[in-house]
């Protein structure tokens, strides 16, 4: 038994040197952290082990019924980072609005990281021509925003099919944007300054959501 777990292990090890180094390298000029690391029971798991989809695959697969709004975003980079979070959570899309950059954009492809090749977008002039479209599929739509009545993330269980609007990185979402919504949601801060970083904000938000449908798939109470 022993013997047969040592052998799947060499074997897993040469297909993943194969497709890390070239074919042609000598076992001599790699590192001996290469081999010892592979072996080791909390090793970084190298390149060709994450199980990366293509292109093509990511755009034919399933997406999770989640879309973000990006109303007015000032910096390219921050974009690209929703971007980044999008293909990382499969997401449904991301919408675009206003003066928000929109690919091909050079700051935005430097943060993305290809994302912007993968993940579904459209832009609209306005928010109001952008929560009509949302609205036409089917979606619940919310602004991340600190506001009277908000719900703390924690509490919030948004649906099956939800929007989220993040809003500029000075002023924030529209006050008539939020009053197109159907309601605010709040990350709970503890600290002086009661802000964060838009595309922070947005990893923490899309995570605490897709972790609630990844959990309701495990439990078998949805399809997601």
């Not at 459209?122 to 952008?130: D, L, V």
Request: charged share 20%; hydrophobic share 40%; proline share 3%.
């Amino acid at each position: 038994m022993v013997k047969s777990t040592i052998l799947k292990e060499a074997f897993s090890f040469i297909s993943v040197f194969t497709a890390n180094y070239q074919l042609s390298t000598s076992f001599s000029s790699v590192p001996t952290s290469v081999f010892t690391d592979y072996f080791r029971t909390m090793r970084k798991l190298l390149t060709g082990e994450l199980n990366r989809l293509s292109v093509e695959e990511f755009r034919s697969s399933e997406k999770l019924p989640l879309i973000t709004v990006l109303e007015n975003i000032r910096s390219a980079y921050n974009v690209g980072s929703f971007f980044r979070t999008a293909d990382a959570f499969r997401l449904e899309g991301v919408y675009l609005v206003g003066y928000t950059a929109f690919p091909p954009h050079k700051e935005l492809k430097k943060t993305a990281l290809g994302a912007e090749e993968t993940v579904h977008w459209k832009h609209f002039k306005t928010s109001t021509e952008a929560i009509a479209d949302l609205r036409g599929l089917g979606y619940a739509v919310f602004a991340v925003e600190q506001a009277a009545e908000s719900r703390p993330l924690q509490h919030f269980a948004g649906g099956t099919k939800v929007a989220m609007v993040f809003g500029n990185e000075v002023t924030g979402v529209e006050q008539t944007t939020i009053a197109a919504c159907d309601g605010c949601v709040e990350i709970p801060q503890l600290g002086m300054k009661h802000s964060l970083n838009v595309a922070t904000a947005g990893g923490i938000v899309l995570w605490e959501l897709v972790r609630q449908k990844l959990l309701l798939v495990q439990t078998g109470f949805s399809s997601c």
